[in-house]
């Protein structure tokens, strides 16, 4: 997480870093600094906090110098706090960081020994000591960075300036992203490009131990070792995403109701209309993101089918929202497309030894395709010969240039720090995907297709019919003040939709909330219901609905207050419910799509009545770049 902003041009870098770091907020939200070459040294200014702070800090400051970097943090080592705070500065070598130096004790134990005045309690300002040591004995940054990068483990993309060579940054990583924007006559080194797509298109993106050297008019990138190498110039055709509340208090509040255009914009390029059928466009297996556009679609699709075909097992692998995203995807998939899936936490699957077979795909689902656990779980999927599918919203992250083949979530940049609208097109694209397996399985005939697809085409009205109800919701929020702990539960394709909700409401609300599989409350959490414990339970007119009901009905028993999300005018649910939120009737596929909505806008309405700040939840980050 951080974000981090490099450079060197004509314009005033103050503006030019002020303006990346914003758009890099969503990285991290703790304190933010730049530090810029002036008067033939170098300015630091830091400021706790979020940006804005920093930005009334530099707002009469002046800069005469062309170069300067810029961080916003997201903290791992040491409280938020100015003097933790990046740039680090040490004898007129300046640096920014994202990401985590493993080795950091070994370090500032051997920098203690030599002397070095530590004033943070970082593992960022080590590096900072150890550049400046070798830019003492070597005089050139660039020489003093290879000397530092075989110093380093863990994780780590860095910036660095020093006011002895005020011609040039130098910026290396190993692990979170980092990407070199070329200008004419400038450039930037930034953590995503959207930090800059207003004043360029033109990226080139770095591997891991890669070293970029940023001179004027000039970007060289280098081998670890030196060697000189020949990047591609990758050409975005995105615009610059004007990203705007557009009238609403909140971009959470705007990223739910953008929620049905999300849909249409997941499914469009997968669903051929006019002949109601799936098609789905240039996965690419074994082709770059930036290479998609130019293939033959209808090739690509034979070729993507003749590999599903041979698919015999399925993993999903992901974090947080996006994992329950894919547990929907696995109820999907073993019930259309008759394969078995086995759904993993990213930061578990990588470590617990998976039993790997031939002819299996792992699926990736990242939002921002750079969350450090989902690409450590594709590098090992690849390693061990699976056949990789990244489902990304963030076109040419990490995660989507690793894996093999790629589909995308088109949702659009998802500012809000909990997500949302990336959460409907994940399950749009899966949906997708699902029928394409059947299909290439030949499980799929064409009636059946046809009346997925309907439903499929249906969901956006639908949603916003839900969304309509949304001051039910808000009153609903309102009557949650009052208990003191959450269980929301949910069966079958509701039950990821459970843990969705809890932990939106734990992310916004700062309330404890536990997601369950409703059949379990017997097994343990029925001895927390009292009057103070709300039941929120989703409850959709499907084959279980008889048995959700006795859950509610035991729940009841023992003094919990239920509100429940179900379908419209279902009557006995409303008579065992203290709170009733009745949604448009839909395929049991479908549900989730719709009942995720109240469960987001009760969470955004009560944490946005307690005063708290639902676009950046305290201790939160969007992208997830460290383990
Ligand atoms: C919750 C939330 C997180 C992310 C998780 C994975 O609202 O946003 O749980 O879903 O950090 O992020 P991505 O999808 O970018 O890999």
Same mark, same amino acid.
């Given at each position: 997480?951080?974000?981090?902003?490099?450079?060197?041009?004509?314009?005033?870098?103050?503006?030019?870093?002020?303006?990346?770091?914003?758009?890099?907020?969503?990285?991290?939200?703790?304190?933010?600094?730049?530090?810029?070459?002036?008067?033939?040294?170098?300015?630091?200014?830091?400021?706790?906090?979020?940006?804005?702070?920093?930005?009334?800090?530099?707002?009469?400051?002046?800069?005469?110098?062309?170069?300067?970097?810029?961080?916003?943090?997201?903290?791992?080592?040491?409280?938020?706090?100015?003097?933790?705070?990046?740039?680090?500065?040490?004898?007129?070598?300046?640096?920014?960081?994202?990401?985590?130096?493993?080795?950091?004790?070994?370090?500032?134990?051997?920098?203690?020994?030599?002397?070095?005045?530590?004033?943070?309690?970082?593992?960022?300002?080590?590096?900072?000591?150890?550049?400046?040591?070798?830019?003492?004995?070597?005089?050139?940054?660039?020489?003093?960075?290879?000397?530092?990068?075989?110093?380093?483990?863990?994780?780590?993309?860095?910036?660095?300036?020093?006011?002895?060579?005020?011609?040039?940054?130098?910026?290396?990583?190993?692990?979170?992203?980092?990407?070199?924007?070329?200008?004419?006559?400038?450039?930037?080194?930034?953590?995503?490009?959207?930090?800059?797509?207003?004043?360029?298109?033109?990226?080139?993106?770095?591997?891991?131990?890669?070293?970029?050297?940023?001179?004027?008019?000039?970007?060289?990138?280098?081998?670890?070792?030196?060697?000189?190498?020949?990047?591609?110039?990758?050409?975005?055709?995105?615009?610059?995403?004007?990203?705007?509340?557009?009238?609403?208090?909140?971009?959470?509040?705007?990223?739910?109701?953008?929620?049905?255009?999300?849909?249409?914009?997941?499914?469009?390029?997968?669903?051929?209309?006019?002949?109601?059928?799936?098609?789905?466009?240039?996965?690419?297996?074994?082709?770059?993101?930036?290479?998609?556009?130019?293939?033959?679609?209808?090739?690509?699709?034979?070729?993507?089918?003749?590999?599903?075909?041979?698919?015999?097992?399925?993993?999903?692998?992901?974090?947080?929202?996006?994992?329950?995203?894919?547990?929907?995807?696995?109820?999907?998939?073993?019930?259309?497309?008759?394969?078995?899936?086995?759904?993993?936490?990213?930061?578990?699957?990588?470590?617990?030894?998976?039993?790997?077979?031939?002819?299996?795909?792992?699926?990736?689902?990242?939002?921002?395709?750079?969350?450090?656990?989902?690409?450590?779980?594709?590098?090992?999927?690849?390693?061990?010969?699976?056949?990789?599918?990244?489902?990304?919203?963030?076109?040419?992250?990490?995660?989507?240039?690793?894996?093999?083949?790629?589909?995308?979530?088109? &949702?659009?940049? /998802? #500012?809000?720090? +909990?997500?949302? %609208?990336? =959460? *409907?097109?994940?399950?749009?694209? !899966?949906?997708?995907?699902?029928?394409?397996?059947?299909?290439?399985?030949?499980?799929?005939?064409?009636?059946?297709?046809?009346?997925?697809?309907?439903?499929?085409?249906?969901?956006? &009205?639908?949603? /916003? #019919?839900?969304? +309509?109800?949304? %001051?039910? =919701? *808000?009153?609903?929020?309102?009557? !949650?003040?009052?208990?003191?702990?959450?269980?929301?539960?949910?069966?079958?394709?509701?039950?990821?939709?459970?843990?969705?909700?809890?932990?939106?409401?734990?992310?916004?609300?700062?309330?404890?909330? /536990?997601?369950?599989? +409703?059949?379990?409350?017997?097994?343990?959490?029925?001895?927390?219901?009292?009057?103070?414990?709300?039941?929120?339970?989703?409850?959709?007119?499907?084959?279980?609905?008889?048995?959700?009901?006795?859950?509610?009905?035991?729940?009841?028993?023992?003094?919990?207050?239920?509100?429940?999300?179900?379908?419209?005018?279902?009557?006995?649910?409303?008579?065992?419910?203290?709170?009733?939120?009745?949604?448009?009737?839909?395929?049991?596929?479908?549900?989730?799509?719709?009942?995720?909505?109240?469960?987001?806008?009760?969470?955004?309405?009560?944490?946005?009545?307690?005063?708290?700040?639902?676009?950046?939840?305290?201790?939160?980050?969007?992208?997830?770049?460290?383990?």
């Amino acid at each position: 997480m951080c974000g981090i902003v490099g450079y060197f041009g004509p314009l005033n870098p103050k503006d030019i870093i002020l303006s990346g770091l914003k758009r890099l907020e969503y990285r991290g939200y703790d304190s933010a600094g730049v530090a810029i070459i002036h008067q033939g040294g170098l300015k630091r200014i830091r400021a706790e906090g979020k940006l804005v702070n920093l930005e009334t800090k530099l707002k009469n400051e002046k800069f005469d110098g062309r170069l300067g970097i810029g961080h916003t943090r997201w903290a791992t080592h040491g409280v938020p706090s100015e003097r933790n705070a990046h740039p680090h500065l040490v004898k007129g070598l300046s640096l920014v960081h994202n990401g985590i130096i493993e080795n950091y004790l070994e370090i500032r134990e051997a920098l203690q020994k030599r002397g070095a005045d530590i004033t943070s309690d970082t593992d960022s300002e080590l590096v900072a000591h150890l550049l400046a040591e070798e830019v003492e004995k070597t005089k050139d940054l660039f020489k003093a960075v290879q000397n530092v990068l075989g110093m380093l483990r863990g994780a780590f993309s860095i910036l660095a300036i020093w006011d002895q060579q005020p011609d040039q940054l130098v910026a290396f990583k190993d692990g979170p992203p980092l990407v070199v924007g070329i200008g004419k006559d400038e450039a930037f080194v930034v953590s995503d490009v959207q930090a800059v797509l207003q004043y360029t298109k033109k990226f080139i993106y770095l591997e891991d131990r890669e070293i970029a050297v940023v001179k004027v008019g000039k970007v060289q990138i280098f081998s670890a070792l030196g060697l000189r190498l020949e990047k591609p110039v990758v050409e975005l055709n995105w615009t610059s995403e004007q990203v705007d509340k557009l009238g609403f208090a909140h971009y959470m509040l705007k990223e739910i109701y953008e929620q049905p255009q999300a849909v249409v914009a997941a499914m469009e390029p997968h669903i051929d209309l006019k002949n109601q059928s799936v098609r789905l466009k240039n996965v690419g297996f074994g082709h770059s993101p930036q290479s998609l556009d130019g293939l033959n679609s209808i090739t690509d699709w034979q070729e993507t089918q003749n590999i599903f075909a041979k698919i015999e097992k399925i993993f999903i692998v992901a974090c947080g929202t996006s994992f329950y995203a894919g547990q929907i995807g696995k109820y999907l998939i073993e019930n259309i497309a008759q394969l078995p899936v086995e759904t993993d936490i990213a930061s578990e699957f990588r470590y617990r030894k998976p039993i790997f077979s031939k002819n299996t795909l792992m699926i990736s689902i990242s939002q921002s395709g750079e969350t450090a656990d989902t690409l450590a779980a594709v590098r090992l999927a690849k390693e061990k010969g699976l056949t990789t599918l990244s489902i990304c919203n963030v076109k040419n992250s990490t995660i989507d240039r690793e894996a093999s083949g790629h589909m995308y979530m088109n &949702s659009g940049t /998802e #500012v809000g720090v +909990a997500s949302t %609208k990336a =959460f *409907a097109s994940t399950l749009t694209v !899966l949906h997708c995907l699902t029928l394409a397996l059947a299909k290439a399985r030949g499980l799929l005939n064409i009636e059946t297709e046809k009346d997925h697809i309907l439903h499929l085409q249906k969901v956006p &009205s639908q949603m /916003e #019919v839900v969304l +309509a109800y949304d %001051k039910y =919701f *808000a009153e609903a929020a309102n009557s !949650l003040k009052e208990f003191r702990g959450f269980l929301y539960m949910g069966r079958g394709v509701s039950y990821p939709i459970a843990m969705e909700g809890a932990l939106k409401l734990k992310e916004l609300a700062y309330l404890h909330a /536990e997601g369950y599989a +409703a059949g379990e409350m017997k097994h343990g959490p029925l001895a927390l219901i009292d009057s103070r414990m709300a039941i929120v339970m989703v409850v959709p007119d499907d084959d279980l609905f008889e048995k959700s009901i006795s859950n509610l009905e035991e729940a009841r028993a023992r003094g919990g207050k239920i509100i429940s999300i179900g379908t419209v005018d279902n009557l006995r649910l409303k008579s065992v419910s203290d709170r009733y939120l009745g949604l448009p009737k839909a395929h049991w596929s479908i549900t989730p799509l719709l009942s995720v909505i109240p469960l987001q806008l009760m969470a955004y309405h009560l944490a946005n009545s307690l005063e708290y700040d639902v676009d950046q939840p305290r201790n939160l980050a969007k992208s997830v770049t460290v383990e």
